[in-house]
C-alpha cells in the first residue's frame, strides 16, 4: 500500500470512527442503552461467526475461551460506560476522552505489570490531559456524570 492511499484509508476510518458518537447519541433518543447495545452486538457476533465459523470451531480451548471472556468483559464495560456516559455528555467529548484510552496504557501497564514509563509516554500523557482540560474549560470546566462514565470507559478499553 502505497503512502497516499494509507492516509486515505486513515482518514476514512477516523471519520467513521468520529461520526460513530454523533449516530449513537440521536440512536439512544429512540431506544434503551442496553437495548441497542445487546442488538449492536448480537448482530456483529453473528456475521463474525458467519465468517470464522470454521476457525472458532477448529481453534477454540478452554484457555482461549478464558481469555477471551476476560477481554470480552472489559471490552463490554467499556462499551457499556461509553454509551451510558454518551447520554449526559457531547459526543465531542465522548470521543475525546475515549481516545484518552491510548494514553492510559503506559499507566496501567506500569501499575499493573510493572512496566517502565518512557519519556515519550509521560509526554504524551501530559498533552492528552493539556487536551482535555481545554475540551473541558470553554463550559466553565465542567466534568460531568457522562465524562466521569466515559473515563471509565476509556479505562477500561486500555
Given at each position: ?49 458467519l465468517i470464522f465459523w470454521k476457525r472458532i470451531k477448529e481453534n477454540i480451548d478452554k484457555t482461549t475461551l478464558k481469555k477471551g ?19 449526559y455528555t457531547t459526543a465531542t467529548k465522548t470521543g475525546f476522552i475515549t481516545g484518552l484510552s491510548v494514553v492510559l496504557v503506559p ?52
Amino acid at each position: 500500500m502505497k503512502g497516499i492511499q494509507a492516509e486515505i484509508y486513515l482518514l476514512v476510518i477516523v471519520i467513521i470512527w468520529g461520526s460513530t458518537f454523533a449516530i449513537i447519541k440521536g440512536v439512544l433518543d429512540q431506544i434503551p442503552t442496553f437495548t441497542f447495545l445487546a442488538y449492536r452486538f448480537l448482530l456483529a457476533a453473528l456475521i463474525l461467526y458467519l465468517i470464522f465459523w470454521k476457525r472458532i470451531k477448529e481453534n477454540i480451548d478452554k484457555t482461549t475461551l478464558k481469555k477471551g471472556s476476560l477481554i470480552g468483559i472489559f471490552l463490554f464495560m467499556g462499551y457499556a460506560f461509553q454509551t451510558v456516559g454518551l447520554k449526559y455528555t457531547t459526543a465531542t467529548k465522548t470521543g475525546f476522552i475515549t481516545g484518552l484510552s491510548v494514553v492510559l496504557v503506559p499507566i496501567i501497564s506500569h501499575f499493573f505489570i510493572k512496566e517502565k514509563i518512557n519519556r515519550n509516554s509521560v509526554i504524551g500523557v501530559i498533552l492528552a490531559f493539556i487536551g482535555l482540560w481545554f475540551l473541558n474549560y470553554g463550559s466553565g470546566f465542567s466534568f460531568n456524570l457522562g465524562d466521569f462514565l466515559v473515563l471509565l470507559c476509556a479505562v477500561s478499553f486500555a
